[in-house]
């Protein structure tokens, strides 16, 4: 009987499987609803009220480069700094899906994420630069942005290939920020803050639920190192 040989499919199309492209559209989803740049918005105008054209533009780069920054540090140093510590993958996997939760349930009522809303108000303090603070931290890479780079990157099949494409996600998260918060002034005019806070409701849902998946997976997980380890 002649063996047919397997035949190509999309599943290892351009060398990555199936599993790879999951993981780059979960991490897509997560940090753009994390980082939310529509929520950031009227913050940003805010801010930024007083400022010149130049001003703004210099203001918006600055603070994309230090969140990117931030964000990149944790993703390249946030699994090893967790492996010091001695945090498992399923604890730190439930700790993150609550903490995501926790930042997903004020956007349901048309807010931003407590845990990414500046501590004293939308003005920064005299002579600080508000590029830096509150801006590019905590509003754009807040605990929600590093703690979903840090729970993508502390999983079992987080290899080398997800580590790049984790990169390259965050580097399109950001640039799309910068899209939006460029045109900040026009998206607020035409969408007005009322059609904002219902898409920022809607994306909560959306978060919330891959929260509670975190948290699931980081259940689920453990149960099984139980099992694993009572047979043995």
Known sequence: MRVLAPR???NNYWGMDESLWQFALKAFVTLILVVDPLGVAPNFVALTSQFSTLERKQTLRRALIVAF??????LLCGR????????TVHAFAISGGILLFVAAWPMLFGHRPGLQAPENGTQSTVGEDIAVFPLAIPLLSGPGTITTVLLLTHQPNADIARMTVLAAIVAMVFMIAWCV??????IMTRLGEGKVR???RVLGIILAALAVQFVLNGIAGFYDSLADRTAN
């Open 8 to 10: 190509a499919t999309k």
């Open 69 to 74: 920054a931030v964000t990149l540090f944790f």
């Open 80 to 87: 090893w700094l967790l492996s010091y510590l001695g945090v």
């Open 181 to 186: 918060l460029y045109a900040a002034d026009r």
């Open 198 to 200: 219902i898409l920022t």
